[in-house]
Nanobody
Framework: QVQLVESGGGLVQAGGSLRLSCAASISIFSFNRMGWYRQAPGKQRELVAAVTRGGLKDYVDSLNGRFTIDWDGAKNTVYLQSNSLKPEDTAVYYC?????????????WGQGTQVTVSS
C-alpha cells in the first residue's frame, strides 16, 4: 500500500521560508507525477507544483517563482521549498502521487501538513 507522509509545516512570519517534505513508502519513480496541493479554509484544493517522472516541473502562475519543487530519488522524497511566504499562502499542504496519465490515473494523498503565515 502506498503511503505518503508530509512534514515541515508550521507557523512562520510573512517573508519567511519553509521546506516541506513528502516521504513515499515506495520508489518515487513508480509514479508518473508527484505534486503538492494546498487547500485554504473555504477554498477548493489547488495544485501548487508538480514534477513528472521525466523531471518536468510545473507551478501555479500566482507563485511568481517563490516555490520550488524537487526530489531525492535515493530517499524517495519530494520537497517543496517555499520562500517569501505571504499570509495568503496559509493552507493545508497535501502531497500527491499519481500513477497513470489518463482519466483512469490513480491518485494517492498524504495526510496534509498545516502552513500558517502570520502578517
Amino acid at each position: 500500500q502506498v503511503q505518503l507522509v508530509e512534514s515541515g509545516g508550521g507557523l512562520v512570519q510573512a517573508g519567511g521560508s519553509l521546506r516541506l517534505s513528502c516521504a513515499a513508502s515506495i520508489s518515487i519513480f513508480s509514479f508518473n507525477r508527484m505534486g503538492w496541493y494546498r487547500q485554504a479554509p473555504g477554498k477548493q484544493r489547488e495544485l501548487v507544483a508538480a514534477v513528472t517522472r521525466g523531471g518536468l516541473k510545473d507551478y501555479v502562475d500566482s507563485l511568481n517563482g517563490r516555490f520550488t519543487i524537487d526530489w531525492d530519488g535515493a530517499k524517495n522524497t519530494v520537497y517543496l521549498q517555499s520562500n517569501s511566504l505571504k499570509p495568503e499562502d496559509t493552507a493545508v499542504y497535501y502531497c500527491n502521487a499519481r500513477v497513470g496519465i489518463t482519466n483512469s490515473a490513480i491518485d494517492y494523498w498524504g495526510q496534509g501538513t498545516q502552513v500558517t503565515v502570520s502578517s
